[in-house]
């Protein structure tokens, strides 16, 4: 029996096999699948809904779970109960329409909640909020033999788990999340399918913010919009600050009217106020003057549907991406590297320097500048430029952990990036993290092939 596309692939267009997809209607089923991929030694590969961008989800064999069927979504005051089946767009709405709101925004709304703790994801306004991890106070969580954890935040580990050093990046999703003294839910949160299976979370829903301040600012020069990046982070209450350089405006100006022909960056903000009418535009528009940013030509929302067109246009870059790769047969070739922020510009010229000698007009870089987080993004037309585009990513995350940075930051490592985990981790760490997963899953069954290489 042929297997539908959508349940071996993510949106990296990276493709995996499976034996099987099995689809439980319930806890029940669940569990006694498990049992019998544990007693018959199957491997097992859990879906969220695809977006991922790291090949995690993408079955190296075995049977691939999705939890499609797992739809349970309260609304409480402060809190949300969400199944694993619940799209991040789902529990958006049904927050927004109890006057609440769920922080963590991964651009994708398409994606699972339940993926998105798996991956740790973050996205734009965790520049003020954090990344997922932040929002999670419970998980219900199967492992590979079928039993199931209720597990608290706040509540330590049944056994002792050894700890790894942390990046000095403000994000990090990279391996095993191991730190002294952590919380048990901490491990799973992160860990991308190889620990357990998520059937359930508790997230918090805070206070809708009263209004939004959400403006697309452009600039002449990339020297003047990152000379706004640092004046601006301490701007209050702003909870995003992202990037977009030329070569990404140049792919996003046949769908978008008023991109000024002059524009050489732009940076998108978001900041929450009290009313619209209070000093904060006004505020905006001295500091623009002072950077030197376009005054007349930049957006600035009047309306919920001018902050949808500007929630579009950030959407539109990374769609595009993978649009033009995947037309050129190719897989993703993006980075997800973040460095401490006193080296954000030198990151960044690196960056630069590298791809204007090697990939001139065939990148873009764009993103959560905000945290010292871009993604570089190489669009090659042949494979020997894929080969040194994929090799020159390598050298980029090595750069990112010479600045104390992270290899992964928000995506996971998957399958596609897991050799990058060497860069950061030294072979006993790796060895302390691959010991954890043995202990949780002795048979190396769950997500074959992510993160670490199945030891045949
Ligand atoms: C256009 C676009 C923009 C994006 N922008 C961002 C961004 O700004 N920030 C960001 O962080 N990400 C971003 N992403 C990446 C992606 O949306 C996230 O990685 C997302 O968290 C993946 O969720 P998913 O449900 O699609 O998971 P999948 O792709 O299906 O799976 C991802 C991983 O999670 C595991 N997994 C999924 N569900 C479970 C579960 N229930 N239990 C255990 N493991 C599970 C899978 O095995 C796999 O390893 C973007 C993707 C796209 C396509």
């Not at 089923?29 to 695809?50: F, S």
């Not at 701007?235 to 405006?249: C, G, I, T, W």
């Not at 030294?426 to 993290?433: A, F, G, I, N, Y």
Request: net charge negative.
């Amino acid at each position: 029996m042929s297997i539908a596309a959508s349940y071996l692939e993510d949106a990296s267009g990276h493709r995996g096999t499976a034996d099987r997809v099995v689809i439980p209607a319930d806890e029940a089923e669940l569990i006694a699948l498990l049992q019998q991929a544990t007693a018959e030694r199957v491997p097992v590969t859990v879906l969220g809904a695809g977006t991922g961008v790291a090949g995690g989800r993408c079955a190296d064999g075995g049977w691939a779970l999705s939890l499609e069927k797992f739809r349970r979504l309260e609304i409480h005051p402060g809190y949300a109960i969400v199944g694993a089946g619940i799209l991040l767009r789902e529990l958006q709405a049904a927050a927004t329409q109890a006057g609440q709101f769920y922080a963590p925004d991964p651009t994708e709304n398409a994606s699972a909640v339940s993926g998105n703790i798996a991956c740790n994801a973050s996205g734009s306004r965790s520049f003020l909020y954090g990344d997922t991890r932040r929002h999670v106070r419970a998980l219900r969580v199967a492992l590979i033999d079928g039993t199931v954890l209720q597990l608290q935040r706040g509540q330590k580990p049944p056994f002792e788990l050894p700890a790894v050093p942390m990046p000095l990046s403000k994000k990090h999703s990279a391996g095993y999340w191991l730190k002294p003294d952590m919380d048990y839910l901490d491990l799973f949160i992160g860990s991308e399918g190889t620990l357990g299976v998520i059937l359930e979370a508790e997230v918090v829903l805070l206070p809708a913010p009263a209004e939004l301040l959400t403006g697309v600012v452009f600039f002449s020069s990339d020297a003047d919009a990152l000379r706004a990046v640092t004046e601006w982070r301490g701007v209050p209450n702003l909870r995003m600050l992202e990037y977009v350089d030329a070569p990404s405006l140049a792919l996003v100006r046949p769908k978008f009217d008023g991109i000024p022909a002059r524009a050489q960056a732009a940076l998108l903000i978001e900041q929450e106020v009290a009313d619209l009418d209070g000093p904060e535009l006004e505020e905006w528009i001295d500091r623009l003057d002072a950077v030197n940013a376009f005054g007349e030509e930049s957006w600035f929302a009047a309306n919920a549907a001018d902050r949808e067109r500007f929630r579009r246009f950030r959407h539109a870059l990374p769609e595009a991406v993978n649009d033009i790769v995947r037309r050129q047969g190719f897989t993703k070739l993006g980075s997800d590297f973040a460095v401490p922020f006193e080296h954000n510009a030198a990151m960044l010229a690196f960056y630069r320097q590298h791809l204007e000698a090697e990939f001139p007009n065939q990148y873009v870089i764009f993103g959560h500048i905000g945290d010292a987080h871009v993604h570089v993004n190489i669009l090659p037309s042949t494979q020997e430029q894929f080969d040194r585009g994929k090799q020159l990513m390598t050298e980029f995350a090595a750069k990112a952990v010479t600045f104390g940075g992270t290899v992964g930051a928000e995506h996971g490592l998957g399958k596609r990036k897991a050799h990058l985990l060497a860069l950061q981790y030294s072979p006993e760490q790796l060895e302390q993290m691959k010991g954890v997963k043995r202990r949780l899953d002795p048979h190396w069954l769950l997500g074959r092939g992510t993160l670490f290489p199945y030891p045949a």
